[in-house]
């Protein structure tokens, strides 16, 4: 746990460009025991953030979002 109360984190999801086989599931379970998963320091593509979501189910499309990878939603501190 990241404190004693809430978090979790998961730092072998990915490897070599792929997801780690049974990363989904212990993404859900970690979710489910601790109410929130950290991903420290990801070093991932949008193409296998976005498979990732799908991996663990349907992904509901933002209204900020980016234009080559509509599942992202743009996080800016830009007011515009």
């Known amino acids: 746990p990241v404190k004693e ?4 984190v998961m730092s072998s999801a990915f490897e ?3 997801i780690t086989p049974g990363a989904p599931a212990a993404m859900r379970d ?3 025991r601790h109410g929130v998963v950290v991903f420290p320091q990801l070093g991932i593509d949008d193409d ?3 498979e990732f979501g799908r991996e ?4 509901v499309l933002p209204r900020g979002t980016l234009a080559t990878h509509p599942e992202i939603e743009a996080i800016t ?4």
């Open 56 to 59: 663990l189910g349907e992904l």
């Open 30 to 32: 970690a979710l489910d």
């Open 5 to 8: 109360a809430i978090g979790a």
């Open 16 to 18: 070599g460009g792929r």
């Open 48 to 50: 296998l953030y976005v």
């Open 77 to 80: 501190r830009d007011p515009n």
